[in-house]
């Protein structure tokens, strides 16, 4: 069954996004399975819980850190971590320069922005995003690369208003593209788009897409 869905979503996003299967409260059968049937991008949302998947699982998975991430927590998935997907603050890059330098190793980040209506998600606002680059200008940091944008849609039934949350995510990273990735093809990730909204998401420029439920079923 999880195969299956792997199979039906991968078909659906093509060529032009990678699926992180959204792994997060699942059991690790569920995840061997899945691994088992091809897939190698998970994504979790606690450290814990990565670090004991990543132990217990073969070492050929990418491990992706998709929910909010303490900075007293980033030595713990420094080693071995693929990408971090909720970097919100210039302090959190800071904290993960340093321990990808104790790893000897560049760590892969995206910049989570605030593109939906409702107030409890996090991320930066575009003032907050352009300050952030501008530090990163001022101070680079050579043990984190910046490898694009991550965003959550609000969540409503409203296709429209979706979609427009997901084109100014795209608009904004062509923007900070052009203004400050000019040279590096390493800024290239979009990640939107969960079980939900994976299909507009991908319409309007997705990358990555985080899919968890429609995969291994509600939580
Ligand atoms: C849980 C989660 C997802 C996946 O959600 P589903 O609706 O189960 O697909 C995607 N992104 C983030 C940040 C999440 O926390």
């Known amino acids: 069954m999880i195969t299956a869905n792997i199979h039906k979503i991968n078909q659906e996003i093509g060529v032009h996004a990678r699926l992180i299967a959204v792994s997060k409260t699942k059991p690790l059968e569920m995840l061997l399975e899945a691994y088992q049937g091809g897939q190698r991008i998970f994504g979790e949302n606690k450290v814990q819980e990565l670090v004991q998947k990543y132990e217990a699982l073969p070492k050929d998975i990418e491990w992706h850190l998709i929910g909010h991430l303490q900075s007293n927590k980033v030595k713990y998935i420094a080693p071995f ?54 530090q990163l200008n001022q101070t680079p940091l050579p043990y984190v690369q910046i490898g694009g944008l991550m965003g959550m849609a609000s969540n409503v039934a409203d296709a429209t208003q979706v979609s427009n949350e997901f084109k100014g995510l795209k608009n904004l990273f062509d923007k900070v593209k052009s ?16 079980s939900g909204d994976y299909p507009l998401a991908v319409k ?8 968890g439920s429609l995969i291994f079923g509600e939580r």
């Open 204 to 211: 309007e420029g997705a990358t990555l897409v985080r899919v």
């Open 179 to 194: 203004q400050y990735f000019t040279h590096q093809a390493s800024f290239k990730e979009i990640s939107m788009g969960m």
């Open 81 to 134: 971590v693929a990408m971090i997907h909720s970097v919100d603050s210039y302090k959190l890059l800071e904290n993960i320069n340093k321990e990808g330098a104790k790893n000897q190793r560049v760590i892969p980040c995206l910049l989570q922005i605030f593109i939906a209506q409702e107030e409890t998600k996090f991320g930066l606002n575009p003032d907050e995003l352009y300050s952030l680059l501008e």
